[in-house]
């Protein structure tokens, strides 16, 4: 294990030194700078040569070292660190720790599985489902810090080697991520093509209704295939499991708050649209009621995934470097679009935005990507900018790709490799129909 990690290290620091010393073009120099950052973060994220979160401190020290110039500070870098995303990653653990604490979870796990029987790949699929289903209407991170405190009873149940714990514990994600796609709401990415479609044609058809008719059924195709992919990579111990799940539960004046604050973010979060309260700040309502109330105590606090929200907040930090040394427009424009079938541009599109978005922020990748891609003469906007959006939701390759996937990771009830093996293929599968779906629409006009 030693000389695996020393090779890794050795090979990351290796790469991104030929990158830097190697003529590339016409790279602006801070882009290559940036590349080199990237080729190290990725090496190291992938191949786990020092633990996930420290990556993200490495990025973050050579974005201050290399990356300084006199129009940005490196406090740029800094600030993603703490960012809403962030915030909404620490309400929903704050909200997950308190249902632990009291026991609240337990009883949501009976009621899952009262519904879905003992059958495991019902059980799953039930799982997947809801999480599918609720991720079309609040935030996919929040759905997945709500899930997985629900599911966890489940897998502590089980033996330790049992793959029904890797198989429940990123069913949940990759449902959250492939859920969103269904609506405008379920994931920033979605908003963002929504948005782009509304400016690009004042008189757009495009309703939310008329997003649903096309990426709903999408969505489902997606859920299912991601579920048959996770049952052969993770076959159960056994074909049939009888948990039996304690739910005593001493109702308290603890209890009562700990349930009334679930509900009422949870609707918050559902309701976003009408009141336009940001989900981060939502997500600050656990924190505050939980904490000050001394239902969750210092230790409680502690003992919370820092190392998932630095290891989160490193994936952001990457997004703003490749942004602002210009590393993302001078990839994009390395491919003359017009040149290519406009089928294949479609291809390209997406396989650019699944590659970025696996090593940074989806949100960041598609703010990134629209306003170039609508532009591409070759191909119709609206079409860009869906493809866009659609394709950055089914990167889920690594913990730092999507942050429901970062919450899995945090779990630790799975490694890395886990979520690359079952991962990369149910990202290449999502991909490959995306693309055939854009044709044969393509096609049909």
Not at 11 to 34: F, W
Not at 247 to 254: E, H, N, S
Not at 341 to 370: D, E, H, K, Y
Request: glycine residues 6%; hydrophobic residues 55%; charged residues 10%.
């Amino acid at each position: 294990m030693k000389l695996r990690r020393i090779f890794s290290l050795s090979l990351g620091v290796v790469l991104a030194v030929l990158v830097y010393i190697i003529p590339i073009g016409n790279i602006p120099p801070l882009a290559k700078r940036c590349l080199s950052i990237f080729v190290i973060a990725a090496v190291f994220w992938v191949t786990e040569a020092v633990p996930l979160y420290v990556t993200s401190f490495i990025v973050l020290l050579l974005e201050a070292i290399l990356l300084r110039s006199p129009k940005f500070s490196y406090k740029i870098f800094v600030s993603p660190f703490f960012s809403p995303v962030i915030i909404l990653f620490l309400g929903g653990y704050i909200l997950s720790s308190g249902l632990h604490k009291y026991r609240i979870d337990r009883i949501l796990a009976r009621k899952i599985l009262g519904i879905f029987g003992t059958r495991p790949a019902l059980i799953t699929l039930g799982i997947m489902l809801v999480t599918g289903f609720l991720s079309m209407w609040m935030s996919n991170t929040a759905t997945t810090a709500m899930m997985i405190a629900v599911a966890l009873p489940i897998i502590y149940s089980l033996e330790k080697d049992d793959k029904f714990r890797k198989l429940i514990i990123l069913a949940i994600p990759f449902a959250a991520n492939l859920g969103g796609m269904a609506t405008p709401i379920g994931t920033p990415p979605n908003a963002i093509a929504f948005a782009a479609i509304k400016e690009l044609d004042k008189t757009s058809s495009m309703t939310f209704l008329n997003w649903m008719k096309f990426a709903f059924p999408i969505s489902i195709l997606l859920l299912i295939m991601a579920w048959v992919v996770l049952l052969i990579f993770f076959k159960p111990k056994e074909k049939n499991y009888k948990f039996n799940i304690e739910v005593r539960v001493k109702i308290r004046w603890q209890t009562k708050v700990v349930s009334i604050t679930t509900v009422i973010t949870i609707l918050l979060w559902l309701t976003s649209f009408f009141h336009h309260v940001p989900s981060g700040i939502v997500a600050l309502l656990p924190p505050i009621i939980f904490l000050s109330s001394g239902i969750l105590d210092v230790n409680d606090f502690r003992s919370i995934g820092w190392d998932v929200l630095m290891l989160l907040g490193g994936g952001l930090s990457l997004g703003v470097a490749m942004s602002k040394t210009g590393l993302s427009s001078w990839v994009i424009s390395q491919i003359n679009f017009q040149s290519l079938p406009t089928f294949f541009s479609m291809g390209m599109i997406s396989t650019i935005t699944v590659a970025m978005s696996s090593f940074m922020s989806n949100t960041a990748t598609t703010n990134l990507l629209m306003p170039i891609v609508t532009k591409i003469p070759t191909i119709i906007p609206i079409d860009a900018a869906i493809s866009t959006a659609l394709a950055a939701s089914v990167a889920m390759i690594l913990p730092i790709s999507t942050p429901p996937n970062a919450i899995a990771y945090g779990s630790n009830e799975i490694k890395v490799k886990d979520m690359i093996k079952a991962g990369a293929v149910i990202t290449v599968v999502s991909l490959i129909i995306l693309v055939l779906l854009g044709i044969i629409i393509n096609k049909a006009r």
